[in-house]
Every structure is written in C-alpha cells, then in structure tokens.
C-alpha cells in the first residue's frame, strides 16, 4: 500500500486519495496559470508577444481559458519527455487540476507553441488516452536472418485511473523472428492499466529483407520470360496450301 495525502478535491471524491509517490511525480509536472476573459486572435496575438500561451481547459462541465509562461511550458515539455504526461495546473485562486494536453498548435516556422487545448482529468475517475509505444532490443529476423522491422504504431491507446497512466509502454522485440510480428495481446500486463484497441492488433514485424525481395522478383521476371519464348522446335514457315 502507497501511504496518500489528503486531496484537493475531498469534497468532490471522498472516498479517494492521491498517493505520495504520484504527487510527488506531478509536483515536478506543475505549471501555474492565469486565468484570460479576453479570446480571439488580436488578444492571442498580444498574449504571445508578451511570452505567454493562450490555453483552454475542457471538461465535462468546464470551459475554462487562461495563460501559461512560453518558457515556463517548455522547460516543464521537457521534464515531461513528451505532451503525453499527466500535468498539474495550479491557478491563481488555488485551483488545483489534473490534465492532459489534447492538442497543442506550434508554428511550423518559428516552432513557437501558439495554443494549447487541456483535457480535464478527474481524479479517481478513469480516463483514457494513447500512450507512446517504446522499442527496446533488437530483433532477431533483423539481425540474424536480414530481416526489416516494420513499426505499425507508435502509440498505445489506455484506459486507467490517473495514478496508474504511464508515461510510455514498453516493447520487447528480441525474439521477433523473420515473417513474425507483434500484437496489443503482446504487451506487457501493467496494474490497473487496460489496452483499449483489439487485441490482435498489429503493432511491429518483421518481413523479408529488400534485397530478398528484389531477388525474387527477379527470379520470376525470368521464369516469365522463359514461359513466353517461342518453342524452337517448331517450323517458322507457313503452312502449304
């Protein structure tokens, strides 16, 4: 058992507590926000010049936009590894909410971050997103048999509770042979967590190298030709009448 601390929001989920070790991984995830009333494009363009991001939360019955510090939200993507991470975004009246970035615009040019969207995660509820999906070793069809890894996904889509959500999932792929490949039946069981997609769903394989494919090609290249020559034992003269 996790020793829990008291939670923010007791008096919305009584009978559930935030254990230490999660709010101790989320104190580093934190980001605090000011709360904005004006919306549209001049006044996101005055929030950028001054450094900031304009932002919205959404929930099941919320709707809230405010700001976030440019530098602040970079420094804290990169603890983060990701945009996959459960994040905590404390407000200026003492909110306290737990979210996860459901899309976040950046300008293709200057890969500014020009607006991001929040979900709202409810503490105690389940909740579900993708996770990214980590390779680890190397295949054996790949490096015995001179096979190709073939990556299908890169993401694993969950369902869980916010104290379970991980922040990748990991896949070992060393015994893959040559013309094997990997399933979401294939991953690791992990507590608490549930794979939402089929379970045979195609994840890596690993298939003919493309040399051997192009050999084979060949190969039937000539088998045709040979099929489509004329029999030399036959008269090319016509028939007499």
Known sequence: MHACCPDVNADRFPNFC????IMSELSDLTIEASPREQTGRQ???KLRASGRIPAVMYGKEINKSFSL??????MLLRKAAGTTSLLRLLGEKGEDELVLIKEMQMDPIKNNILHIDFIQVN???DLQTKIPLSILGEADGVKSEGGILEILANEVEVR????NLPSEIELDITNLALGENLQIKDLPILEGVTY???PDGMLVSCVGSAGGRSGA????EVVTEEEGEPNETESDEPASE
């Open 18 to 21: 935030t254990p230490l070790f």
């Open 43 to 45: 006044a996101c363009n």
């Open 69 to 74: 510090e440019d530098r602040s939200m970079r």
């Open 123 to 125: 503490r105690g509820e």
């Open 160 to 163: 869980c509770r916010p104290s």
């Open 196 to 198: 939402v997609s089929e």
């Open 217 to 220: 090609e060949d190969a039937e």
